[in-house]
């Protein structure tokens, strides 16, 4: 199957990821432009939460960022998922699927993401799996850059690995900006550069999250507090150098009253206007 690249965005302006703990707020389309599931909590569900789900997904453009992939896993890849998830797509109309770039030892949990290593063979690896999953959901995923605390058996950086992954694979990318602050700081390495040798024109949305302050040095991915101020700078200069991709904030733990997720998309949508582009339009 060939897969056309994207000219478009999937959606525009500032996201929120949709939690069930969200289930008696109220999210206005004036606040929130789009908004993500991952397919995995959602799939089968049924009774209130399926009800509010739909009414959610016919009223806002969505998006889904998988759990359970493992696409680096050495495991054959679970095609009931894909096939579930393609149903999910078409059912609630979705406008891109993203995944992550690692593997997950056991059922998907957050925690349980396991880094790939970086090398040539799971490149290969990894691409063919990506290009699998492309030809039987006959559309393009997006791979999103992980938070990794080791890196076993490394020959190749993290950027080179991600870039080669894209490549082979022919994939588009979740930028995860977050995720580059974190492990620039954990494994030392400029951010910035990071972000200008990404690929622009694969990129499909970005995620910014907070994250916990283990020590100086080390920062963990919790997705559990508020996006702390050098993560929203990195944000800006991510625009500088890619233009105003499509934002969502992620908060999976210690979730706080909507009010203040909402204070947190304003600012993604404020950062995104100061950018200078007109990102109500989508296109570029
Ligand atoms: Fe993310």
């Known amino acids: 199957m060939s897969v056309d690249h994207p000219e478009h965005y999937p959606v525009d302006g500032a996201g929120l990821g949709l939690r069930r703990s969200m289930v008696d707020e109220s999210i206005s389309p004036d606040a929130v432009d789009f908004l993500e599931v991952a397919p995995e909590n959602w799939i089968g569900v ?46 609630h109309d979705i406008r891109c699927y993203s995944e992550h770039l690692s593997y997950c030892s056991d059922h998907g949990h957050l925690y349980d993401l396991l880094p790939i290593p970086f090398t040539e063979e799971a490149v290969h690896h990894v691409a063919g799996r990506i290009r699998q999953v492309q030809d039987l959901l006959e559309q393009r995923i997006a791979m999103e850059n992980v938070s990794y605390y080791a890196a076993p058996g490394r020959e190749l950086d993290e ?34 550069e990071f972000l200008r040798g990404l690929p622009a024109e694969r990129i499909r949305y970005a995620h910014v999250a907070g994250h916990f302050d283990e020590a100086e040095d080390l920062k963990v991915d919790t997705h559990g ?31 706080p009253p909507l009010p203040e997720l909402l204070v947190e998309v304003a600012r993604i949508r404020s950062i995104q206007a100061e950018a200078g582009e007109a990102v109500h339009v989508g296109c570029r």
């Open 225 to 255: 507090a508020p996006v702390i101020d050098p993560v929203w700078e990195l944000l800006e200069q991510a625009y500088r150098i890619h233009g105003p991709v499509p934002t969502l904030l992620e908060r999976d733990f210690n979730i």
């Open 46 to 91: 049924g009774g209130r939460f399926g009800r509010w789900l739909r009414e959610y997904t016919e009223r806002f453009p969505f998006v889904i960022h998988g759990l359970s992939l493992s696409i680096g896993s050495p495991a054959p890849l679970d095609l009931e998922l894909v096939r579930s998830v393609k149903g999910f797509i078409r059912e």
């Open 159 to 192: 950027l080179t690995f991600l870039n080669a992954v894209l490549e082979e694979a022919d994939c588009d990318l979740l930028l995860d900006v977050n995720n580059i602050y974190v492990n620039s700081i954990n494994h030392r390495y400029d951010p910035l």
